[in-house]
Nanobody, 121 residues
């Protein structure tokens, strides 16, 4: 599956952004979709993920209550609504698809190109 992420930009602290990730097609009935981010000089960090089996969405503690994962099945697109953004949210954000739910980047086998988010005053 090919993924195309978009929606990044520059915002002030407290602002909002909505990231999109469009998938070319899902080749399996069971898969997981994840969002990860990577700040300069840091390792890729898990942000959120959902599995197709039950649609339950999980968030890292650092974004819980501020970020919301959603999807439009008709468009094969998932979204990450990011509210109350903080400078520490600055990173390149990636969407990814894998065969099972995981918070580990290496478990995902298809990745979007990344979209950059900068939170700064």
């Amino acid at each position: 599956v090919q993924l195309q992420a978009s929606g990044g930009g520059s915002v002030q602290p407290g602002g909002s952004l909505k990231l999109s990730c469009e998938a070319s097609a899902f080749t399996s009935n069971y898969y997981a979709i994840g969002w990860f981010r990577q700040a300069p000089g840091k390792e890729r960090e898990w942000v959120s993920c959902t599995s197709s089996s039950d649609g339950t969405t999980y968030y890292s503690d650092s974004v819980k209550g501020r970020f919301t994962f959603s999807r439009d099945n008709a468009k094969n697109t998932v979204y990450l609504q990011m509210n109350s953004l903080k400078p520490e949210d600055t990173a390149v954000y990636y969407c990814a698809v894998g065969p099972f739910f995981s918070t580990i980047a290496a478990d995902y086998d298809s990745w979007g190109q990344g979209t950059e988010v900068t939170v700064s005053s």
